[in-house]
């Protein structure tokens, strides 16, 4: 049974947890904190794909990280390699043992001093006590927290039965980093798209109200529905979501539509176009225009004046009701692709 002052420090941790973590949950910080509930000499964790034979993730303490000895960081990635079947806690990670292990689970201090991992691995880097936790995990991307000792004593039960109670906290801690990391990949692909881009995302509030908008789906916003407050959806839209209705929003502004779907708590708007009626010619021009060629490039290739190539792209901007060379490209291009 752990002490009442231990439950306390778990809890603890586990709720200052998420402040320490970043794109990656164990973090050297947070290392650090889980180093004052268990004592060891080095502390790290490690992710690898033991199928492939390569890291994946490696973090460490402050000062405690990998350093260029002698030997230099590669001897000792090969070494690993070729030890890590004999490794015992490793073994018990390949046949499915999911709880904390030590090495004295498996092996005794002198008999370990006498075998050849200890030669190759744990002698030159001085460790003779390990205990090891996995976050459950398939071998191609195994996730494992490690504590070593140098001497002394052997880590404990109360020091295995710390781990054992933190491992599903440390299994939705890397869940929770991997969230972040693939919601700040996503935002940042949001906030780089053009506003002239034929489809927009807006995530809702639960109360239904605008919670974020994506730039295409703040210009549809506005080119098709009349101003709303700051933060509330159009009026229509607001009326078709309290509705419930399952079909789609459709709203025409002459020869172009909004195609509204609601996906959960969120709204996907996508800008159509009926044909456009543009010459031979205004599309041979718009195609190289898509290419990034100047008004110049093209007058050549085409064997026309600049004053004309400049003129049949007036037209263009009429017909498609734009104003700039890149929303004409993703209007017509981009949009007649989506109709």
Request: with cysteine.
């Amino acid at each position: 049974m752990l002490s009442a002052s231990d439950s306390e420090r778990m809890l603890r941790f586990v709720a200052e947890a998420e402040s320490l973590g970043g794109d990656h949950a164990f973090t050297p910080d947070l290392l650090v904190e889980l180093g004052k509930l268990i004592d060891a000499d080095w502390v790290t964790y490690s992710e690898q794909d033991r199928v492939r034979k390569r890291g994946l993730f490696y973090a460490a303490r402050p000062g405690e990280e990998e350093e260029d000895d002698e030997y230099g960081a590669d001897y000792w990635k090969g070494v690993y390699w070729k030890i890590s079947e004999d490794h015992p806690n490793c073994c018990a990670r390949h046949y499915g043992k999911l709880g904390a292990t030590k090495l004295s689970d498996f092996v005794t201090l002198r008999k370990l001093r006498r075998s050849r991992i200890y030669e190759l691995w744990f002698g030159p880097l001085e460790v003779e006590r390990e205990l090891m936790v996995p976050i459950p995990s398939p071998l191609w991307h195994t996730k494992t927290l490690i504590f070593d000792r140098a001497t002394g004593p052997d880590f404990s039960e109360r020091d295995r039965l710390v781990l054992n109670r933190l491992q599903p906290h440390l299994a939705r801690m890397w869940e929770a980093a991997r969230t972040r990391r693939v919601l700040r990949a996503t935002l940042a692909e949001i906030d780089r798209a053009d506003e002239h881009e034929g489809r927009g995302f807006v995530l809702l509030s639960p109360g239904g109200t605008l919670e974020f908008a994506s730039p295409p789906a703040q210009r549809l916003l506005r080119e098709f529905f009349p101003p709303a407050p700051p933060g509330r959806l159009p009026g229509d839209l607001a009326e078709w979501l309290e509705t419930g209705v399952e079909a789609s929003f459709i709203r025409r502004n002459d020869d172009r539509r909004l195609v509204v779907r609601r996906m959960g708590d969120s709204l996907l708007l996508e800008e159509r176009v009926d044909e456009v009626a543009l010459t031979v010619r205004e599309r041979e021009v718009l195609s190289w225009v898509a290419r990034g060629k100047t008004n110049a490039e093209i007058a050549q290739m085409l064997w026309l004046a600049p004053s004309t190539v400049r003129k049949h792209l007036e037209n263009v901007y009429t017909k498609l009701g734009v104003s700039t060379r890149t929303a004409a490209v993703a209007r017509f291009f981009g949009l007649n692709e989506a109709s």
